[in-house]
């Protein structure tokens, strides 16, 4: 019943034996033991599981595992590879006082890099549209919103110093 | 909440998938995005003994454009694919808008327009719009390839007029008429995140000051999407003054059956068909008037 397929995340090939019905939530966290990726709603209301699939923010709750294999994956562990240096957006969430419980952090950060890879200047706006999907119920959006729009700021002068 | 057992089913074409759909029977699902049925799954107890994916099927994320065919929007085009689509920006930028408002970013780049029509919901987002610009589905059955309606599509909540080991390929939307123009508002709590409450999507053509043709679509206010027909006939051959916009108003929401939920009151929606017929009637004037 099992099927062996080779999920790519973060860079690295894992290979995995999956059930069908095994989301690719489930297996991020139990096969594979990256427990950065949340599960909080189950529905894809809240956004605590999302993860990058070729470059699109999408929920890994609502995806089967099985249909994963030959696409690049990447969750929040994949920001910060090294573990010593983190990225601009994790940075800028610190700076800003954006992370109170952590929970929804995770879920955030993959949307706030998903959204300056593709706008790297956004405003107000194009943040909050961007991270709706992104439920915090510890406090309130603002600090999130100042801190993704810092990040921007930030990754586009680390890329202008970055010989070309 | 884990998911349910099940087999999973990837063919290759079309033809396998109608094929596999009638060999494994009634306890058997297809899945496009899979955001509807996983959350079915989880939430809702449906227990599909198989699901039969249609995301090896080439061809089916197609979203294509020509000036004598209109648009065709495939069944596996994501909603983020259709809401960003430079063709279908321009010419049906109403499709676009419903695609855009449809949940969130995350549901879009995994949901589907086709997904979102065939789980029937009365608030589903890409159905009014579609409704109003007299869109028709493309459907792969056992005996063959056939067409219908959008009009003819829904049946009630969760119902569609698919007959059984029927699946629905494309959606296919004609050249909008010169001097036409569309709208589409919806209402929901939490931005446009949650569900809609009361939707209404309209185009209209005019003929100099007088509006020739409309078609008017009201959703979450009865089973399926409904045609405001009362409405449209107090509008067709005349201009639209605000009386005349007034009243239809007032027509639509008679002609709608909205319930009490979760999303809104029975009143409220009512409240509502009024005042959304009359803003969609206004926008879609002034943008019949800009094209």
């Known amino acids: ?82 573990g010593e240096t983190l990225h601009p957006i994790q940075e800028a969430f610190i700076e800003k006082g954006a992370i109170q419980c952590g929970f929804c952090t995770s879920g955030m950060e993959i949307s706030a890099l998903h959204l300056l890879n593709h706008n790297p200047s956004p405003t107000d706006t194009e943040i909050r549209e961007a991270l709706s999907g992104n439920l915090c119920r510890c406090t309130g959006y603002t600090k999130i919103v100042e801190a993704v729009a810092a990040a921007g700021q930030k990754m586009k002068e680390s890329s202008e110093r970055k010989p070309s | 909440m884990r998911l349910s057992h099940f087999d999973y089913y990837a063919p290759a074409t079309i033809i396998d998938a109608v094929d596999l759909l009638q060999a494994k029977g009634p306890g058997a699902r297809v899945m496009a995005g899979g955001t509807d049925l996983l959350i079915k799954m989880r939430h809702a107890g449906l227990k599909p003994r198989a699901i039969i994916s249609l995301k090896h099927i080439p061809g089916l994320d197609t979203i294509a454009f020509d000036k004598q065919r209109g648009l065709i929007i495939g069944a596996m085009a994501l909603l983020a694919d259709v809401a960003d689509h430079p063709d279908i920006l321009k010419h049906y930028p109403t499709v676009a808008l419903a695609a855009r408002g449809t949940a969130n970013a995350q549901v879009r780049n995994m949901g589907t327009v086709i997904g979102n029509l065939c789980n029937a919901s009365p608030s589903a987002d890409n159905a009014p719009t579609l409704l109003a610009m007299d869109a028709e589905v493309h459907i792969q059955g056992p005996s063959g390839a056939r067409t219908l309606p959008l009009e003819h599509f829904f049946k009630g909540p969760g119902v569609t007029a698919l007959e059984p080991f029927e699946i629905v390929t494309a959606i296919h939307a004609p050249i909008p008429a010169p001097h036409s123009g569309t709208a589409y508002i919806s209402l929901s709590a939490r931005g446009k995140l949650d569900c809609t409450a009361v939707g209404a999507g309209i185009m209209l053509t005019l003929k100099g000051r007088v509006c020739e043709d409309l078609r008017l679509f009201i959703s979450a206010c009865g089973p399926t999407p409904i045609r405001a027909r009362n409405a449209e006939n107090m509008i067709r051959g005349k201009e639209l003054t605000a009386d005349v916009v007034d009243k239809a108003g007032a027509e639509a929401s008679w002609e709608t059956r909205p319930i009490t939920d979760v999303r809104a009151s029975a009143d409220y929606r009512s409240k509502m068909v009024a005042v959304l017929t009359r803003r969609v009637l206004r926008q879609a004037h002034k943008s019949a008037l800009e094209r």
């Open chain 1, 1 to 82: 019943m099992k099927q062996v397929i080779v999920l790519n995340v973060n860079g690295d090939p894992y290979t995995v034996a999956v059930n069908p019905w095994q989301t690719l939530n489930e297996v991020l966290r139990e096969d594979i033991n990256l427990t950065g990726v949340k599960v909080g709603c189950g529905s894809g209301d809240c956004g605590a599981c999302t993860v990058l699939v070729d470059g699109r923010a999408v929920s890994s709750c609502l995806s089967l595992a099985i249909e994963m294999e030959g696409k690049t994956i990447m969750t929040v562990e994949g920001m910060a590879p090294s």
